[in-house]
């Protein structure tokens, strides 16, 4: 007890608490967390012991009712542990996250590819993890100090490591998005070309998304694929394409989305609209090139000025201020 007491004696001391208090706030977090991802665990159990004592009892059936996740019954034991604790951790998390926050975060993983509910539970059980870290960063740099830093430095560093795991899970899911929509804009000149070239050699539209789909390969084709697959389920094609366009959020899509449906509305040949669509987003992708070429050298800058140019003077300034003072 006096080994921990002495550990937390500099945090208390900066947050102004006595040491006892400091004990009961951290073992009262880990209960917390202990509890949080227990009682999942336990729940799932009872429901197994309950639809064990059922005649003809089958996992596959349970599992279609929606009563358990067959899942859950499968894979080692450290894959449904693991489980278990994210969705426990994750569940825990959405009842502190304000309000809109989860909805935000599954709308980025919409648009990053990733839309499934455990994607989900994975990212809030991340954060939570991240958060919960915190106390024990503070406590590794403050109490510990195994590095010996001193000062501004270990301030410093203490602060960059708290501000990477508050911000380091939504950087990462906001950089998966731009390198989705990055590679969408890059497939959709291509895919429009391809499309075009099909309704003109007289596919239907819906054909002519399929012949895409399996010649281009990609994130594209892939959302292309879904709202095919929910217009056959029987969605109307403006309900899917604005599905779609939604998903993927991206301002060239939308004005493809919007060509079509007017091209619906108006009773305009869709070849004709898909080879407009098509010129204009081949423009667009030049001048997306040009704007990234141009924006290079700025961009250069930054390296040249606090990276190069120190050796440079280094190299050239020293020798001759080496001669100076040994002629003076």
Do not use: H
Not at 183 to 199: E, Q
Not at 294 to 317: E, G, H, S, T
């Amino acid at each position: 007890m006096s080994t921990i007491l002495d550990l937390l004696a500099p945090i208390a001391e900066t947050l102004a608490l006595p040491p006892q208090i400091a004990v009961l706030l951290a073992a009262a977090g880990i209960a917390g967390l202990l509890y949080t991802v227990g009682s999942r665990s336990v729940e799932q159990a009872e429901a197994r012991d309950t639809l064990r004592q059922v005649d003809g009892y089958d996992v596959s059936a349970a599992s279609d009712a929606g009563i358990i996740d067959e899942s859950d019954l499968n894979g080692s034991f450290m894959d449904r542990v693991g489980k278990n604790m994210f969705v426990n951790v994750g569940d825990f998390g959405r009842k502190l996250t304000p309000t809109g926050y989860i909805e935000k975060v599954r709308k980025k993983f919409v648009m990053a590819g990733r839309d499934s509910t455990a994607e989900v539970d994975r990212f809030i059980a991340m954060r939570v993890f991240a958060i919960a870290a915190i106390p024990f960063v503070i406590l590794f740099m403050f109490a510990w100090n195994p590095l010996g830093l001193e000062g501004a430095t270990r301030g410093g560093i203490t602060f960059l490591i708290i501000g990477i795991l508050i911000a380091g899970p939504d950087s990462k899911l906001n950089a998966a998005v731009t390198d989705r929509q990055a590679a969408i804009m890059k497939d959709l000149p291509d895919v429009l070309d391809l499309l075009t070239i099909s309704v003109e050699a007289g596919l239907g539209f819906e054909q002519a998304l399929d012949r895409t789909i399996v010649t281009v390969p990609g994130p594209l084709s892939t959302e292309f694929a879904r709202m095919l697959g929910e217009t056959r389920a029987g969605a109307s094609r403006a309900d899917a394409m604005r599905s779609m366009d939604a998903r993927i959020d991206v301002s060239e899509v939308r004005s493809f989305v919007l060509a079509i449906l007017q091209a619906d509305t108006f009773g305009v040949s869709i070849g004709r609209v898909l080879r407009a669509q098509a010129d204009e987003m081949r423009i667009r992708r030049r001048q997306l090139a040009q704007e990234a070429a141009q924006k290079a050298p700025v961009k250069m800058l930054i390296p040249m000025v606090f990276c190069i140019f120190p050796a440079l003077f280094v190299v050239i300034l020293v020798p001759a201020m080496i001669q100076i003072i040994t002629g003076i």
